[in-house]
């Protein structure tokens, strides 16, 4: 990315304060004496919006005419978090915001936080999605993100008073959303169901029902870059009322139902994730979005062409697939070149295997998405059929490549038997033209095990990109402190569209000066977020301890069971005086994580953490040395509070299953260090902080397999550290729930029989490796010179490389000219 320095406001603070007030009075209509903090905010959003129209204009405008490629990255889930403050970074226009608002009589912040976050994803693959579309709006590449306007976000976490998670609906809607712009001239029909029937020899798809797709856009503005890209996301409307007037009394109810159940299509995101569910709402949204996607994209390139040459469409815009939700595209793209423009077969495949590209995020087998042929056939017939002659005619391609039957058979994209199903992921693989992986270590285990015999006959299909985060949103916005010190340790402020330069601060490590400088920006903000926590949590926390976070989505494999094990042991250790009290190091750990409302252990893990928390912040024994918080519904907000005041962060999945992590990178960019498994982008990152400014633990993957080949025991590891003895019998004998031993149970009994993720094995190693972090802690000159070379070596991880590596490896288009 050529470096950038921070653009200039377009406008003074006084011709900001009279276009809000210009806002205040024609759209909200109210004074400037009646104005809320919300109203403030709804104004200044409008206003800064016009100053976005003139280069979303021009940026739409050259995205269609200029010959460079557009992308289009295709995404069931966006988690944008809040917009306004993005926006004013975007225009050079954050100090004339806040003296706008102090002069207005209002509180700059308490205006930002009227803005009610937009939870349109589940937790990394969709907070992925905005850091990608926000670095492509940097680098000045045209793209669009399409996706879907839920009306319902990611439930909102509440915990009851036993501490189980309860979900409540997210209606984000509910206020004026001043940044979506509907666009109802614009639509797209998307039909379902019905027959296929041949006439004049041609197969005609004969719906039974459509919905009509109104896109929402959203401007995404690029960091001094001066463009504005598009996300459009569909919402979905009934499509046709008036012809319901038609219909007598008696069958108007029903005449009116699928109508109702049209809108139902983009109700609700499901709040599942790497555990995909084969429902069929969730396959109708899947191609509802994505059907309306690509004829939108037809229509943006050719516009008013009634036989365009879609030949051309590859160099028009090239589809990124984020992971298996969207690619019934495949197919889709595949029925409109055939049945609507009327290209052959052979012509058609090949367009479409030139438009699409797939990226994995996984690597549990269990969370690679399958669908019913019955229920395919049944909402969407033709492209079943186009499915199969896809099957077929990639099977019979492979029967050129290898006479190993064995493995012919299991690449099939469409399984028999009683049940046959149609494996996404493989119709992804063969319909595009590249494969990525996420992380280095995840893109060999893809080629290696989850996708091998692919890979293995076609090699040049498979790629990696690793992740990565943007700079504006998770640095420059959640830790103004720390930018302000980069930029004066760097003596320029282009780090911030040229990540790398980061690396200019790795000298700064020496300086005593600036290590202290360093040290009070992270007690600053330890300081800022102890207030933040008391004022909306109402929990107190001491900024003078270690503050230790642990945050990402509930799941097994992720390990939170590790951590509350080892923070057990380490409670029980301090009050049994196993420790002496003044060897403790006092630390506060975090917690933050949402689980899905049908996944039992990982609901009840949320309920231990709860109660862990509830008995040792009570316990005068391990006042000042220990404290637990859970601060309910962790969301993009709370990851921009949290992070920058963290000390150490948990990245302690088990090797071979976090496809890549990207709050690893968050952590390490805000300085602090990870105590983490050899996982995912953890890799990477250990690589390029050193291995002495990371605390690595634990088994690796060649490890996990040798000891999964060997026969897993559990229980050994339980009799043989009496640590983990302790806090096991602890949770067993209702020290964590009153008294009552059955609480528990199914987690204590699953992890002494089954452990799958091999919590137990890694506790040891994972209890041991504290010692040497609080050694470190101890000597805080130091713990600061290294979380310094995390964030000097740490440039690499922004979205910037990312998209970079994306438009190298696997686009092949870069900026508008
Ligand atoms: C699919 C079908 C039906 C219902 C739900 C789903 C579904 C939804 C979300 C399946 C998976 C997801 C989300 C997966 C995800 O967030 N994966 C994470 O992606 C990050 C970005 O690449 C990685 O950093 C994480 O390692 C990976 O877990």
Request: glycine share 6%; hydrophobic share 40%.
């Amino acid at each position: 990315m050529t470096e950038q320095t921070a653009p200039k406001s377009p406008v003074t603070t006084e011709q900001f304060i009279e276009e809000i007030k210009e806002q205040l009075k024609y759209n909200q209509g109210v004074t400037v004496e009646q104005a809320t903090d919300a109203d403030i905010y709804v104004a200044s959003s409008l206003a800064v919006r016009r100053h976005l129209m003139d280069s979303w204009t021009t940026t739409q405008k050259d995205t269609v005419e200029g010959n460079t490629k557009a992308v289009g990255y295709l995404s069931a889930e966006f988690l944008m978090g809040k917009q306004l403050r993005n926006a004013l970074l975007n225009l050079g226009m954050l100090s004339e915001f806040d003296d706008a608002v102090k002069a207005l009589g209002h509180d700059p912040q308490l205006v930002v936080d009227a803005e009610y976050e937009p939870g349109l994803g589940n937790g990394g693959l969709g907070r992925l999605a905005a850091c990608f579309i926000d670095s492509l709006a940097s680098l000045g590449v045209p793209a669009f993100g399409y996706g879907i306007q839920y009306k319902y976000g990611i439930f909102k976490q509440e915990f009851d008073a036993e501490g189980k998670q309860v979900e409540r609906p997210d209606y984000w809607l509910a206020n004026e959303e001043p940044w979506g712009h509907i666009d109802y001239n614009r639509s797209q029909k998307v039909s379902f169901g019905g027959s296929v029937v041949e006439e004049d020899g041609k197969k005609v798809w004969k719906p039974a029902w459509s919905v009509r797709a109104v896109p929402v856009d959203y401007m995404v503005p690029g960091y001094a870059s001066g463009r504005v890209n598009t996300l459009r996301l569909w919402s979905a409307k009934s499509y046709d009322e008036f012809d319901l007037l038609t219909f007598n009394k008696s069958e108007y109810l029903d005449a009116v139902k699928p109508q109702v159940e049209a809108e139902n299509i983009s109700k609700i995101l499901y709040p599942e994730d790497s555990t995909p569910q084969g429902k069929r709402l969730r396959l109708e949204q899947q191609y509802f979005f994505v059907a309306a996607s690509l004829h939108d994209a037809i229509r943006v390139f050719y516009p008013g062409q009634d036989k365009p040459d879609l030949t051309t469409f590859p160099n028009k815009i090239t589809f990124q697939l984020n992971d298996t939700h969207p690619v019934i595209g495949i197919p889709e793209l595949m029925r409109i070149l055939i049945d609507e423009y009327g290209y052959d077969w052979n012509t058609a495949w090949d367009i479409t295997t030139k438009t699409f590209n797939y990226t994995c995020h996984t690597l549990l087998p269990e969370a690679l998405e399958v669908w019913p042929v019955d229920l395919i056939s049944e909402l969407l017939p033709r492209h079943m059929q186009i499915i199969n002659e896809i099957n077929d005619h990639f099977l019979e391609e492979l029967k050129g490549l290898t006479r190993d039957k064995e493995r012919i058979n299991r690449m099939r994209i469409v399984t028999e038997g009683d049940y046959p199903q149609v494996r996404m992921a493989y119709l992804a693989t063969a319909g595009g033209s590249h494969v990525n992986g996420v992380a280095e270590l995840h893109s060999q285990l893809l080629k290696d095990v989850t996708l091998r015999d692919f890979s293995d006959l076609f090699p040049k299909k498979f790629t990696n990109v690793t992740n990565g985060v943007t700079p504006r949103r998770f640095i420059r916005l959640a830790n103004p402190r720390l930018s302000a010190l980069i930029t004066e340790g760097l003596g320029t402020d282009k780090w911030l569209s040229d990540l790398e330069l980061l690396q200019g601060l790795a000298p700064l490590a020496n300086d005593d000066e600036f290590v202290k400088k360093f040290a009070e920006v992270k007690h600053a903000n330890k300081v800022a977020f102890a207030n933040f926590a008391k004022d909306r949590y109402g929990f107190d926390a001491n900024p003078d301890t270690m503050f230790n976070t642990m945050v990402k989505r509930l799941h097994e494999y992720k390990r939170q069971s590790l951590k509350i094990l080892a923070l057990i042991a380490r409670y029980a250790a301090i009050k049994n005086g196993t420790i002496n009290a003044d060897d403790v190091l006092p630390r506060t750990v975090f917690f933050g994580a949402k689980a899905a409302p049908g996944y039992y252990m990982a609901k009840l893990t949320i309920q231990l953490i709860n109660n862990v928390a509830r008995v040792v912040n009570n316990d005068p024994d391990v006042k000042g040395k220990l404290a637990v918080h859970f601060p309910a519904n962790y969301n993009v907000r709370l990851a921009q509070h949290l992070i920058p005041a963290t000390e150490l962060d948990e990245q302690i999945s088990q090797a071979g299953k976090e496809a890549s992590g990207t709050g690893n990178m968050k952590f390490a960019l805000n300085g602090a260090l990870t105590v983490g498994t050899l996982d995912g982008a953890n890799v990477e990152i250990r690589e390029r902080v050193g291995a002495e400014n990371f605390f690595l633990f634990g088994m690796t993957v060649d490890e996990v397999d040798a000891l999964y080949e060997e026969g897993y025991n559990p229980a050994k590891y339980y009799e043989a550290d009496p640590r983990l003895k302790m806090a096991i019998d602890m949770i067993s004998n209702g020290t964590f729930s009153d008294g009552d031993r059955n609480t528990y149970a199914p987690l204590v009994a699953d992890w002494l029989t089954k452990d799958y993720f091999m919590t137990l094995a890694d506790f040891t190693s994972y209890a041991d490796i504290q010692y040497q972090i609080e050694d470190l802690y101890r000597n805080p000159m130091e713990w600061n010179r290294k979380a310094i070379l995390n964030v000097a070596n740490t440039g690499f991880f922004s979205s910037d490389r990312s998209m970079e590596d994306y438009l190298e490896r696997i686009w092949h288009t870069g900026p508008l000219a």
